[in-house]
Structure formats: C-alpha cells, structure tokens
C-alpha cells in the first residue's frame, strides 16, 4: 500500500466546510476545463476518428457509449466513451456477476470476454475515455476529480464515501495514476476523498501531466 493510501482519512460530509476552496480556485479550474479539453479534442481528433472507423468495422452496435453515471451533489449525468464491448453488454453481465474481482458495489474482472478486439486497445491505452472531454466542456465533468460511479454503485456507498459527490466528477485523480483497476473499492473511496482534502490548482496540474505519462499502455486500465 503506497503513503497515500495509507493515510488517515477524516473527510466526512459534516466537516467538509473546513476544506472548501476559494472562488478563485474554482474560476481556474473552470478555465483550465474549458481550454485545455478544447485543445485536446482538437489534438486528438484524427486519433478519435481512426478509432471511431475501428470500432464500427470490428463489431456491431454505436460508436460511443452512453451510460448514466452520478455526479456533483448526486446529479445524474451521461457520461460518453468510445464503445469497447459488444453491443448487448450489459445483458451478458447477468452470467458473469459471479466472477467479479472487485470489492464493494463494482464489477471488474480482468480477462472479461465482453471486450472486443478494438476495445482491449482502447481500454488498455485509456482512449476510451476521450469523449469524455466533451462532458467537461458541458462542465458534467473537471478534468481532475473523483471517477464518477454508476447510481446502483452510489446507493451502496456509506456516507463517508458520499462525501465525494460535493465535487464535480473527473476524468483523472490518484486513483487514475496510481494502480486504477489494482487498487481495490475502499482504497478507491479513500483517495477521492483524499484529492477532494488536498485539491489545488498545482495538484491539478501535476496530476494532468502524472495522466499523461501514463496515458497510453497502463495494463491497469479500466
């Protein structure tokens, strides 16, 4: 377990007033947002476009992927990615809950064979995640913050782990650079609520470029 994950956490909803942030930090946050996911998009589009042929040549079904996630204060919201698996997924996923390797509320494993061919790349090399820029644009989403989970996950969540929802959900945190699918579902809760404690502008510019080193080729992807 790395020094982050084993510090104590005292985050709670009742005494997150103390770690509130100034309007000036959020003017930048917002700011960084906006320009930097506007010059990826336009850095990545001939990227997103091979991968937008690939996945309609490899397997039936949309090029993005839709799916309802939660967000700041509990609000749902559609969070996009390229599609990795095959169409009907999420029918396939009554047989396989048994073989589940993550804790808590989540369903992970590792080998799972709703993956298509396409999709183990872009899975592997986080690609999948880049339409997720446009929902930072929207401002469903920051760059950095918690992941956002799905609602029957954040019903089971106690609250402790509710605390994360006071924030916008983010495309990358500690838990993003530091193990992803290896770090198991309350070490996950306990380094959201660590980045929500520490957050600043310089955390999330270290925490961008840490993204970016480990951007492509983390054979911990999600």
């Given amino acids: 377990m790395t020094e982050l994950q084993s510090r104590p956490m005292e985050v709670t909803v009742e005494n997150m007033e103390k770690y509130e942030k100034s309007t000036a930090y959020y003017f930048v946050k917002r700011s960084m947002d906006l320009i930097l996911s506007f010059i990826g998009i336009i850095a990545f589009s001939p990227m997103m476009l091979m991968v937008a042929i690939a996945i309609k040549l490899d397997s039936r079904g949309p090029v993005i992927f839709s799916q309802m996630r939660v967000g700041m204060n509990g609000k749902p919201f559609k969070m996009y990615k390229f599609r990795s698996m095959v169409d009907d997924a999420e029918e ?74 006071i924030v916008k959900p983010g495309l990358t945190c500690y838990w ?11 070490d996950w809760m306990r380094l959201d609520l660590e980045y929500i404690r520490d957050r600043s502008t310089m955390l999330d510019i270290k925490l961008i470029f840490k993204t970016l080193g480990v951007f492509f080729g983390d054979e911990n992807a999600e």
Avoid: A, C, W
């Avoid at 390797?101 to 999948?128: A, C, H, L, N, Q």
């Avoid at 993003?176 to 309350?186: A, E, H, N, W």
């Fill in 176 to 186: 993003q650079v530091m193990g992803r699918s290896s770090i198991d579902f309350d």
């Fill in 92 to 165: 396939l996923l009554v047989n396989l809950r048994s073989k589940n390797e993550m804790t808590g509320p989540m369903f992970k494993i590792k080998k799972d064979p709703r993956i298509t061919r396409v999709g183990k790349f872009i899975r592997r090399t986080s690609i999948d995640e880049l339409p997720q820029l446009f929902n930072v644009i929207k401002g469903d989403m920051s760059l950095v913050g918690p992941r956002p989970n799905l609602p029957h996950e954040v019903i089971k969540f106690t609250e402790y782990q509710k605390t994360k929802l």
